[in-house]
């Protein structure tokens, strides 16, 4: 008969203890010896799981030998990574992103990703119906989840729409775009609308920021000179299209006295924008994703239409040195956290765009990749720390979209999302064994030190030897609170600024 462990509730502490011994169950796990990386520190502990949340991490704790010990020595273990920015079973561009939310979440979990926040996009416009297609997709998944929610129109069904998803719905966030004309661009009225009802329901807003009347007429300057293959797409759509974007938006989330997020922060002259807006003290939160901080734009020039075609996204990866000054601001805290954007199009999906790069389908994967190209490039080149590892792909993800410490900590009373990466063992990365459903990895051949050995989703040993043992609907819908810390003291700030406008200018009469 199970018992409620109370020797564990105590949590973390440096003592003894013994955990599990009155029970059968094989929801317990004790994870051994390993480094326990937080994003504030790291320590050699054990862990140990019961029924999906973590019970107790501890230097040394005894089980029974009804728990299962996984000896993690010499290996970190660390919260699941959270990928704040993913595109699973979208209907985009004529088609639709081959990964579902099986698939998606069973290569994210190999790759030691436990949970990721998915983009709904309404139905004909109406918020709700979005929320339930998605509801619908989401069924099969194998991890946990969060939503964001699109917002492509403004009147006062969608105004009323936006409060239900975050009073009802568990979504704290709205993502506006200033691209894509035609599908999901909006313009400044509408941008202001939506600042200020995300302000007022302590919902954080999202853009996408390219100036999408602006790619328009670069798309035309490029087909009217002939250049119809995929390097088109990158020069259509230059880093001053994202620059402009991302200051517009910035100032006018500034006017509103609202904290933004800006997803996939491509460029120098969006890194600056967003750089110089935390330096004067503004909530703004930027976003790299992992082909952005690892890639180049060359690729878009490669012969083979395939190979150049796969790597188009918007916006675009940039030429050589972006990559290196957004790994620098990741390192630097100008950047916070480190998404994916992984919307993937197979080959032949890809290839509509063969005689006109506007219509390649936008996306590439990242899912499965993230957690090794990132420790890959930032943490064995010694940009960043094993602890800051944990905050950019894990924590502050958690933490921005109010679901820690529930998630993205390894501390007693968090959900048991956990992996084990052995620095001194390697990972290889080849469509031919990825899980993704897509036929191509933009990481084709790359190959690095450190290795996710184990994933543990929901207290579930899921990912192990290579192997996957996933099941469809085991995955939570994860609601998000809103109100999030980037929140704290906006209304003192708007106090203020009220307070300086209370004196009316007192004029004397005209006598004329
Ligand atoms: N980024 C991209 O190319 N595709 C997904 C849609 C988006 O995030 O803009
Ligand atoms: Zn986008
Ligand atoms: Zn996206």
Redesign the pocket.
């Known amino acids: 008969q199970s018992q409620p462990n109370q020797f564990c509730e105590a949590g973390i502490g440096y003592g003894e203890s013994t955990c599990g011994t009155a029970s059968s169950s094989s929801s317990k796990l004790l994870i051994k010896g390993g480094t326990v990386v937080n994003a504030h520190h790291q320590q050699v502990a054990d862990v140990y799981i019961e029924d999906g949340i973590i019970v107790a991490v501890n230097p040394t704790i005894m089980v029974g030998d009804d728990v299962r010990v996984i000896d993690a020595t010499g290996k970190f273990v660390m919260p699941g990574g959270i990928d704040p ?1 993913t ?1 699973l079973e ?1 209907e ?1 561009m004529n088609t639709v992103s081959v990964d579902d939310f099986f698939s998606g979440q069973a290569a994210a979990l190999a790759g030691g990703t436990t949970m990721h926040i998915d ?1 709904v996009f309404p139905t004909n416009g109406n918020l709700t119906a979005g929320f339930e297609a998605y509801e619908k997709k989401a069924k099969k998944s194998c991890m946990d989840y969060g939503f964001h929610m699109a917002v492509t129109k403004w009147d006062e069904t969608v105004s009323r729409e936006m409060e239900l998803m975050v009073k009802e719905k568990g979504i704290n966030s709205f993502k506006f ?1 200033l ?2 004309k035609g599908f999901a661009m909006v313009n400044d009225e509408l941008l202001l609308e939506g600042f200020k009802k995300c302000k007022s329901l302590g919902a954080l807003a999202m853009v ?1 920021a390219e100036n999408g009347d602006a790619v328009i007429e670069g798309q035309r300057k490029m087909i009217e000179l002939g250049i119809t293959g995929p390097e088109g797409h990158a020069l259509s759509r230059p880093a001053v299209v994202e620059g402009e974007a991302t200051a517009r938006a910035i100032r006018l989330a500034d006017f509103v006295n609202t904290p933004l997020y800006v ?2 922060v491509m460029s120098i002259d969006a890194m600056e924008e967003v750089a110089k807006a935390r330096k004067a003290g503004q909530r703004v939160i930027g976003e790299p994703v992992v082909s952005g901080l690892a890639l180049d734009e060359s690729w878009l020039w490669h012969p083979d239409f395939d190979t150049a075609a796969k790597y ?3 916006p675009p990866i940039r030429k050589k040195g972006h990559d290196k000054a957004l790994q620098a601001a990741l390192s630097s805290g100008v950047l916070q956290l480190v998404g994916t ?1 992984h ?1 993937v199009f197979n080959s032949t999906q890809k290839a509509s765009g063969i005689d006109d790069f506007r219509k390649i389908p ?3 994967n990242g899912l499965e990749e993230r957690m090794h190209v990132v420790w890959d490039i930032m943490v064995e080149s010694g940009q960043i720390s094993v602890t800051d590892y944990v905050r950019v792909t894990s924590t502050e993800c958690a933490r921005i979209f109010n679901i820690y410490p529930k998630k993205g900590a390894i501390l007693p009373g968090s959900d048991a999302d956990i992996i084990i990466l052995n620095p001194n063992s390697s990972f290889e990365i080849t469509a031919k064994s990825h899980h993704s459903r897509t036929d191509t990895n933009i990481y084709e051949g790359r190959k690095g030190k450190g290795k996710v050995e184990v994933t543990i989703s929901g207290g579930r040993v899921v990912w192990e030897n290579n192997e996957l043992k996933v099941v469809p609907g085991t995955g939570k819908y994860i609601e998000m609170p809103p109100y999030s810390y980037l929140f704290d003291g906006i209304d003192k700030k708007d106090a203020i600024y009220l307070n300086s406008l209370q004196a009316p200018v007192k004029r004397a009469k005209s006598t004329a």
Request: net charge negative; aromatic share 26%; hydrophobic share 45%.
């Open positions: 920015h595109h979208f985009f983009f775009f691209a894509y996408h997803v996939h188009v996204m918007s954007d919307c936008n996306g590439v």
